[in-house]
């Protein structure tokens, strides 16, 4: 019977009449609550949305009225244009008669200021022609005059360039001396020199031996000094082969070693990454042990890495569940069964000292975890028990066997758990036979028969059993295969070591290596400079001809140079004597040139006397003609201005009065309200104000157009509803009002009468009855909870979470906690005992015969195929057996039946 139902059951068997009908109307208002809040929260939402939508159109409605209020302001701007237009032509008429009666006194001036000008212009044209004439005489005595001494200065001219370039010549020749001398100086400087460098060349060849008696020079490559550098040289090349060939032998021997370095690295390479594979479940597992042990996880952290300090004898191994691993995945739920959460994460020292001491460090980090200490590593890791026992009472085998692992943490397992002598059956079988277990007693306390674990108890001479339903396997379930994971870190380590010892063979030749280079560089450097000591020695012959041919090519070039100083001085004397003639001649025409000028000069201010009253006269006509010319152009200016100003004038005038006509006519058009708008948007405005006013307010209007016209209609009509709504919506909350306290009211009631129900039976039940409360009427309930194990704690009855006898157990001791609170004539028990452990039977049977058998009780009927042999009985009681039926046999002798069982009880 479900929580809910048994809740109304009890009120109906135990409680008040009123006690159900006040549960029953709580469920059907709350029904009704729930419809009143639901049609409540319906319409809050549709009124909101309504809202919503409504607060939507305002904005649009906002945007219409705005629209209309610019198209107004924009008919009225467009009235009121053609007014500012005509302000403006007046303005333009008004600037225009102005400026024509301006002209016209211009124009008269002019005229009158005209007719003097003219007749000054003709009399001074006249006193032109008289000073040309006069101007042109005086220029011809004066030309005649001023070749003359034109002449006579040429001729000075020439006597100057040619005195000019005589001393040219004179300062040329002069330089071309003392250029001489220093070239002079320079060779013979150049000769001594070189004739320094052959005394050097020549003691240097002496003291070499390579001068002979004559004068003549030896081959300088049998010399003894070039002899004693070619001995060295062959030395040092020896020695550099010498070097060489000890290089290629080192070469030689590192050949191999890089080729097994090369081996190695790949091999490494190899094991990597077949580790990476593994490294991935491996991190799995770090993760789920994240999620159920943070402090192991740490643990782990801390370990690899390494970073602890601790000076440990041995290696500590991470947790079990990390080097562990069942050899199918089907065996993960059943180890983690049987070696407990705790094991699972527990660490392993293999010495005390360690143990102690990783223990402490982790203390001081406050973490806390397990660890567990195996000295005595097992090399065999079979079962205690005898598998041919195991498999004989239907096991498969011992669970050991289905798990592998690192030889330290499978020895953890066999001293701290007990995989070891654990059976397992793994497939689920109703037809396993427990009975054979049950025989062997003792032998096997822990034993698994598909997903239940069974845990074997023995004391005060009698056996029990616990069973327990597997949990689904969280850590183990990811496998690694941790032997092939411990041997391949082996073999890295190894190839690692091999690698290392072989670079270290490598860097040994490296360094010899490194030796015989730098000595070979040296020899190299000695070398170079012998070879370049060796090429002075052999060039000293050339040098030594070289500077004797210099010498010889000096003295020739120095015996002309003295030749040319000699010829360059007696140049300088000879053209001394020619400059001295030049400057007598240059006297004399000088003189001549006094007397032409004095006569050129009279002449020359008969010309300027003649030709300033010319200039005069001329300039005084010139200005007169260009006041003339001013004159009549101004005048010209003047009448053509004064005709184009009248033509603007009368048509201003002519679009003025065409302008007013029309505004006549739109004027008498418009209301007065209209006038007084359009005067007012008119004013203080110019005609582009006007025009750029009126564009924006078009542009706003067009920018708030709305293509839905019915905008306003919808508007409108949603304003009812909402009305409409809100007055609904008061309704409804205050109905939902009225409910709840209809509701309170009758809870005030019902529910201390129902809590002091339940506490009566629940003490009547051990105390072991809950009652669960809801806002909702029909889902309140009575929970029972029950525990059938020491060790467990109270769960609710279910049934998920206990058996078919345990439930049966359960009800019966319900039903005797209710008999005191109901009365009924007889209560029937049909086949209660079905599905009950033994011990269970005869406990309820015992109690149910205390509770029968009382004084003023109900009358009892207990119906059942089977009863246990051995149940306690009461005087009061009787048993009925019944023994007909479909499945009696045809002739069956009752009587003598119970005689014999009579006399086996006795």
């Excluded at 000075?156 to 250029?179: C, L, N, P």
């Excluded at 036979?433 to 009698?462: A, E, H, Q």
């Excluded at 870190?489 to 030749?509: A, F, H, P, V």
């Excluded at 009681?877 to 003598?896: A, C, R, S, W």
Aim: hydrophobic fraction near 35%; charge should be neutral.
């Amino acid at each position: 019977m479900a929580p809910k139902e048994l809740l109304v059951e009890t009120e109906r068997a135990a409680g008040e009449r009123s006690l159900l009908e006040s549960h029953m109307a709580l469920i059907t208002m709350g029904k009704q609550l729930k419809e009143l809040e639901k049609s409540f929260t319906t319409d809050a939402d549709h009124l909101e949305s309504l809202k919503k939508k409504q607060a939507s159109l305002q904005e649009q409605v906002d945007r219409l009225k705005e629209r209309e209020k610019h198209l107004q302001d924009a008919k009225f701007l467009t009235l009121a244009l053609p007014f500012a237009k005509f302000d403006k032509i007046k303005e333009a008429l008004e600037e225009a008669r102005q400026r024509k009666e301006h002209v016209e006194i211009l124009k008269r001036d002019c005229d009158e200021k005209l007719q003097p000008v003219s007749e000054i212009v003709e009399n001074l044209k006249n006193a032109s022609k008289l000073a040309r004439e006069d101007s042109k005489t005086a220029q011809v005595t004066y030309g005649t005059e001023l070749t003359k001494v034109e002449k006579i200065i040429t001729e000075i001219s020439k006597s100057e360039d040619r005195e000019q370039s005589h001393a040219r010549q004179v300062k040329d020749a002069k330089k071309a001396v003392i250029d001489a001398e220093a070239k002079v100086t320079n060779m013979a400087q150049q000769r001594t020199k070189i004739g320094v460098d052959i005394e050097r060349l020549r003691n240097d060849l002496e003291r070499n031996k390579l001068l002979n008696g004559n004068g003549a020079v030896a081959d300088a490559a049998r010399s003894p000094e070039v002899l004693a550098i070619n001995d060295e040289l062959a030395q040092l090349s020896q020695q550099s082969k010498d070097l060489y060939t000890e290089v290629e032998g080192l070469n030689f021997q590192k050949a191999p070693i890089l080729e097994e370095i090369q081996l190695c690295q790949r091999e490494v390479q190899k094991l990597h990454d077949e580790l990476k594979g593994l490294a991935n479940v491996n991190i799995q597992k770090m993760r789920a042990l994240e999620h159920f042990s943070k402090p192991a996880f740490e643990g782990v952290r801390i370990l690899r890495a390494n970073n602890h300090g601790l000076a440990l004898e041995k290696e500590i191994l991470e947790p079990i569940c990390m080097g562990i691993t069942p050899v199918s995945p089907d065996y993960a739920a059943p180890l983690e069964t049987v070696i407990g959460y705790n094991k699972l994460i527990s660490f392993v020292a293999q010495t005390e000292h360690d143990y102690q001491l990783f223990r402490d460090y982790l203390y001081k980090q406050k973490i806390r975890i397990n660890i567990l200490c195996v000295q005595h590593i097992r090399n065999d890791f079979q079962p205690t028990v005898s598998l041919d026992e195991v498999r004989g009472l239907g096991f498969d085998g011992v669970l050991i066997e289905y798990v592998k692992g690192d030889p330290i943490l499978m020895s953890a397992l066999m001293q701290y758990t007990p995989v070891h002598e654990a059976p397992i059956h793994l497939r689920d079988n109703p037809n396993f036979n427990f009975k054979k277990v049950d025989v062997v007693g003792g032998k096997i306390r822990n034993y698994i028969v598909g997903p239940i674990s069974y845990n074997v108890k023995s004391g005060y001479g009698s056996i029990s059993a616990k069973s327990e339903a597997m949990r689904p396997a969280q850590i183990l379930k990811l496998s690694v295969d941790t032997e092939r994971e411990s041997q391949l870190r082996r073999n890295i380590q190894e190839w690692e070591t091999r690698g290392s010892n072989l670079r270290k063979d490598k860097d040994s030749l490296d360094a010899k290596q490194d030796i015989l280079k730098a000595r070979d560089s040296q020899l190299r450097a000695q070398r170079t400079e012998l070879m370049a000591k060796k090429r002075d020695i052999m060039n000293r012959k050339a040098k030594f001809e070289k500077a004797q041919a210099e010498y010889e090519t000096a003295t020739i070039k120095l015996d002309s140079l003295k030749v040319e100083l000699e010829r360059c001085n007696a140049k300088v004397v000879q053209l001394a004597a020619q400059k001295h003639k030049y400057a007598l001649d240059r006297a004399d025409m000088n003189l001549q040139l006094v007397a032409l000028q004095v006569r050129t000069g009279k002449a020359f201010d008969a010309v300027i006397k003649s030709g300033l009253r010319k200039v005069q006269i001329d300039a005084e006509y010139a200005d007169a003609i260009q006041v003339e010319n001013t004159a009549k152009e101004k005048n010209a200016e003047i009448n053509t201005s004064y005709d184009k100003i009248k033509a603007e004038f009368d048509k201003a005038r002519r679009v003025a009065r065409e302008m007013k006509d029309e505004l006549k006519e739109s004027t008498e058009k418009m209301s007065i309200e209209d006038k007084r708008e359009v005067y007012k948007m008119k004013e203080g405005k110019t005609v582009e104000d006007i025009e750029i006013l009126l564009a924006q307010t078009i542009a706003r209007a067009d920018l708030l157009n709305s293509n839905d016209g019915n905008v306003m209609a919808i508007y409108e009509k949603r304003k009812i509803e909402i009305a409409e709504f809100e007055k609904k919506h008061a309704r409804n909350e205050e109905n939902v009002a009225q409910n709840k306290a209809a509701i309170e009211e009758i809870r005030a009631d019902w529910e201390p009468k129902v809590q002091t129900l339940v506490d009566k039976i629940s003490e009547k039940f051990s105390k072991s009855l809950q009652t669960k409360k809801e806002d909702n009427f029909a889902e309140w309930s009575v929970e029972i909870l029950v525990k059938f194990r020491d060790n467990e704690k109270l769960q609710v009855l279910d049934n998920h979470r206990q058996s078919g006898g345990e439930r049966s157990v359960t009800t019966i001791t319900y039903l005797m906690a209710l008999q005191k609170m109901s009365k009924a004539p007889f209560r029937v028990v049909d086949e209660i005992n079905q599905g009950m452990d033994p011990r269970n039977e005869r406990a309820i049977h015992k109690q149910m015969v205390h509770v029968a058998c009382q004084e003023g009780g109900s009358q009892y009927f207990l119906i059942t195929p089977k009863l246990l042999p051995d149940l306690e009985y009461h005087k009061r009681m009787k048993v009925l057996t019944i023994y007909n039926g479909d499945h009696q046999p045809e002739k069956f002798d009752i009587d003598g039946f119970i005689a014999k069982k009579k006399q086996r009880t006795v």
